[in-house]
């Protein structure tokens, strides 16, 4: 059976997605939900039963301790570095 939700044009995600999304297997994932959900990760959409793709990218994006112009700022003669943002 094809898991239609791994596709890239699907707004919402399985558990197994959610699980890949983070880099998890699905049974890790499956046993560390309620700790993420306490953190704030989304819960599966109540009339759907899926993962809403957007609020789970959006999750992961305000956990980010380091903004991407913190990282690496461009300009001048080449790249800079900021080693204190890291």
Same mark, same amino acid.
């Given at each position: 059976?094809?898991?239609?939700?791994?596709?890239?044009? %699907?707004?919402?995600?399985?558990?197994?997605?959610?699980? =890949?999304?983070? !880099?998890?297997?699905?049974?890790?994932?499956?046993?560390?939900? %309620?700790? @993420? #959900?306490?953190?704030?990760?989304?819960?599966?959409?109540? @009339?759907?039963?899926? $993962? @809403?793709?957007? &609020?789970?990218?959006?999750?992961?994006?305000?956990?980010?301790?380091?903004? &991407?112009?913190?990282?690496?700022?461009?300009? !001048? #003669? !080449? =790249?800079?570095?900021? $080693?204190? %943002?890291?």
């Amino acid at each position: 059976m094809t898991d239609h939700t791994l596709t890239p044009e %699907a707004a919402c995600g399985s558990a197994t997605w959610a699980a =890949q999304h983070l !880099g998890m297997s699905v049974p890790a994932f499956r046993g560390r939900r %309620a700790s @993420l #959900e306490a953190e704030g990760f989304p819960k599966p959409d109540p @009339l759907l039963g899926r $993962y @809403l793709k957007a &609020d789970v990218r959006a999750w992961l994006e305000n956990r980010r301790k380091v903004a &991407d112009s913190d990282k690496v700022s461009f300009g !001048g #003669e !080449g =790249q800079s570095i900021n $080693y204190a %943002a890291l």
